[in-house]
């Protein structure tokens, strides 16, 4: 199982940024996907999921009504869509693909969230 994630940058409050997440290597109905993100200093949280299992999503409070996660199967890729980004967004954002048993992780992109 692979996952490569992208999108990552430099930008301003205010703006938006669309990370993307390329998964290959698996063949299952029952996972959950989707983004954690860890500031310096801090410990990896997760933001946003989405659980194919039972076809829930979660968002962290933090990010309600900004982040938007989205899926194209065709593309085994899941997207993170990120509005009204605030400095506290500042972070390096992982894709994770949780199975039953086992967790796979992207390498990380880095969201940089600054005027």
């Known amino acids: 199982v692979q996952l490569q994630a992208s999108g990552g940058g430099l930008v301003q409050p205010g703006d938006s940024l669309r990370l993307s997440c390329s998964v290959s290597g698996f063949t299952s109905d029952d996972y959950a996907i989707g983004w954690f993100r860890q500031a310096p200093g801090k410990v990896r949280e997760g933001i946003s999921c989405?659980?194919?299992?039972?076809?829930?999503?979660f968002y962290l409070d933090a990010v309600k009504g900004r982040f938007t996660i989205s899926r194209d199967n065709a593309k085994n890729t899941v997207y993170l869509q990120m509005d009204s980004l605030k400095p506290e967004d500042t972070a390096i954002y992982y894709c994770?693909?949780?199975?039953?048993?086992?967790?796979?992780w992207g390498q990380g992109t880095l969201v940089t969230v600054s005027s």
């Open positions: 994770n693909l949780a199975l039953p048993g086992y967790s796979y």
């Open positions: 989405f659980s194919n299992s039972d076809g829930s999503t």
